[in-house]
């Protein structure tokens, strides 16, 4: 009995490290290829992205969708493309060769899109009177191009002052001119008869007039 109980006893240990042999076997990396397509048509779905599962790990298909890298036995795979539903697979952790190939497909996923209505309009003159006729509400725009009126901007550069790189540019197109008409008297406009024209206009129109 004591010879039995012994060979019960070294048969169990040896199950338990056969198990514990089991668990501890690593992974045995392989070759994954294969091609991706479509559910309906087996059409290629070109540049899929192949994620292997809570890792960094990613590639995509060719444009014939085929693919191919090196994963572990086990390995849990996401295959994504626009326009598909996502599909997984786990590579089988029994295979008898270091390579794995398959023929994944992929569903076609439907978005449901919003309601458009098109507004047909019989000529391009109808199509421009409706846009004229349209009300634009009064918003930042509007306030934006008052900001902007050309009065306004005259009085504003008549106060704003000049910057180094302005007074630099004034300085500069100064001496630009003192060359221009270096050994000759430069003109005048006082004897100008374009000038003294365009003064009479302004002078007319009142734009010398103070404006409170």
């Known amino acids: 009995m004591r010879i039995i109980a012994n060979i019960v006893f ?10 514990l042999y089991a668990q501890k076997r690593e992974r045995r990396p392989i070759q994954f290829s294969g091609i991706v397509v479509t559910s309906d048509s087996l059409k290629p779905i070109p540049f899929t ?32 493309a626009i326009g598909y539903k996502k599909a997984y697979l786990t590579i089988p952790d ?9 023929i994944k497909a992929l569903a076609n996923d439907t978005i449901m899109l919003s309601e ?10 109808q199509f421009k ?3 004229y006729a349209l009300k ?31 007074n630099y540019k004034n300085y500069i197109d100064q001496q630009i001119n003192k060359l221009y008409y270096a050994g000759q008297l430069p003109p005048n406009n006082l004897l100008n008869p374009i000038a003294w024209a ?12 103070s404006k409170d």
């Open 49 to 80: 992205n192949i994620i292997i599962k809570n890792s960094y790990k990613i590639t995509t298909a060719d444009f014939n969708g085929f693919f191919s890298f090196a994963a572990l036995e086990g390995d849990k795979i996401v295959f994504s």
């Open 10 to 19: 070294l048969v169990y240990l040896l199950l338990i490290f056969s198990d």
């Open 129 to 131: 009177q409706a846009f």
């Open 116 to 125: 458009t209505v098109i507004h047909p309009w019989p000529s391009r003159e």
């Open 94 to 102: 029994t295979l008898s060769k270091n390579r794995y190939s398959i």
């Open 136 to 166: 634009v509400p009064s918003d930042d725009y509007d306030i934006a191009m008052k900001n902007l009126a050309l009065e306004d901007l005259k009085i504003l550069v008549r106060e704003y002052k000049m910057d180094g790189s302005m």
């Open 198 to 209: 365009q003064f009479i206009k302004a002078w007319q129109n009142g734009d010398f007039k």
